[in-house]
């Protein structure tokens, strides 16, 4: 069986590029009137929040068209995504928990906000110990895109909770409906060029991931395949009467 | 057996809550371990009466989601692989199965939630607001957790990690139950609606409900 060995290195040269464009602009923006220096912290926290969503919802995509289809394509696409949302899930977390500690004073509070997209993380950090638990590709695909598609309820209870619940944290900043709350333009765009960026190198991301996912199958494959050697196979049978 | 849906599902459930009947393992381990635990936690955040009082009813929700999910998970984790096999072959509906189980686990959460709410009531003297409002919470949370431990169940079914991984799983997902059912009694003690709760409740049980049913043949085939 012959393996794909075509590597892609574009990904890795636009992740490097759109992660010195939000840097850069990041740091010439303007201080926030209030929040000082802080709010530089805005302009990955967002991006990130903003690609825990898309990636988790990718993951929902992948695990419905998994089922429809039974494709491993869309298992492989869904497993990158949740991979790459856990970790900027994560991300969110830390980056919010930084700025909590210098502006409500403790990292964490119980806001609905917060605690939801932990919970989240959890459900997603399931989510990849699920697929963990076989090496059957069937198998673990079907069990994982039910879960998929089971784990995306999370995403709108995340995004609504700061509108259902009074809550500490703030109301979205750019998807409300009274138009965005953010009033200096270099802000803005700093803000938007972030949210671009990062969404730049998610889907770089997904691409390497889902280079490696398909290179994983492939050498599964070759293990489990009648052309590899078997053991013992170096052994020569001794032909019966004639004495070496 | 090739009979009707609700036939199909009438025997799974009587399967399943035969075979608790003979092992007693909801009623001989479960419910007691849940009151445990129940008696365990003023002993390390403290005994004053009034605090019990005030987080009794928080507490009592989170043993029930904690270890309901025992229940879902103890009786998938018994049924085998030729087990299954030999239902497929019988021509038993994947979602008649699923159905099935979570009638049982149903009415064994039920019964889970009465005997520990007694225990909790006695322990932590919690004041049985608005019993209508009350009954239909705990039928819902025990609808919805029975619905999310049979479908977790099925998921971890033939991988190597068992049933272990369902709690990690439950859990989180069965937050939306969680906190339905404990803002739906704070707002039975401060006398506000509760309808929205309820709903959100409901709307939870529902979506599972219909991944559990939609996803029962595809899981079933794999």
Known sequence: MKVQTRVRTWPWVAIAFSLVVALALSLVSPRDDVQGELVRIMYLHVPAAWLAYVAFFITFLGSVAYLLTKHLRWDRLAAASAEIGVFFTGLTLVLGMIWGKSTWGIPWTWDARLTLTAIMFFVYLGYLALRRTTDDQVLRASRAAVLGVLGAVQIPLVHFSVVWWRTLHQPPSILRPDGPAIQDPLMMVTLVTGVVAFTVIYASLMVKRIELLHLEEQLAEIERSTERPVAGEAVVVPELGRNP | ?222
């Not at chain 2, 955040?45 to 989601?65: P, Q």
């Not at chain 2, 209508?132 to 099925?154: F, N, P």
């Open chain 2, 1 to 222: 057996m090739t009979s009707g849906f609700w036939h199909q599902v009438r025997a799974v459930a009587h399967r399943d809550l035969l075979r608790e009947r003979r092992r007693g393992d909801v009623l001989w381990v479960t419910i007691p371990f849940g009151a445990l635990a129940l008696l365990l936690v003023p002993l390390a955040i403290g005994t004053d009466a009034k605090l019990l009082r005030e987080i009794g009813a928080g507490m009592y929700w989170v043993i029930v989601m904690l270890f309901g999910v025992l229940v879902a998970v103890g009786k998938a984790s018994r049924e085998t692989q030729p087990q299954q096999d030999a239902s497929s072959l019988l021509g038993l509906d994947p979602a008649a199965g699923y159905v099935g189980r979570t009638a049982s686990s149903l009415i064994l959460l039920l019964a889970f939630e009465l005997a520990v709410g007694a225990v909790a009531v006695g322990l932590y003297d919690i004041d049985l607001l608005g019993v209508g409002w009350l009954v239909l919470t705990l039928v819902v949370v025990a609808l919805g957790l029975a619905l999310l431990g049979t479908l977790t169940a099925s998921i971890v079914n033939s991988t190597s990690a068992g049933t272990a991984l369902v709690p990690l799983l439950v859990a989180p997902l069965s937050v939306p139950l969680l906190l339905g059912a404990t803002q739906a009694y704070d707002g039975l003690r401060y006398g506000h609606t509760i309808v929205s709760w309820v709903l959100l409740m409901a709307a939870v049980v529902l979506v599972v409900a219909m991944i559990g049913v939609l996803t029962a043949r595809p899981l079933q085939e794999s």
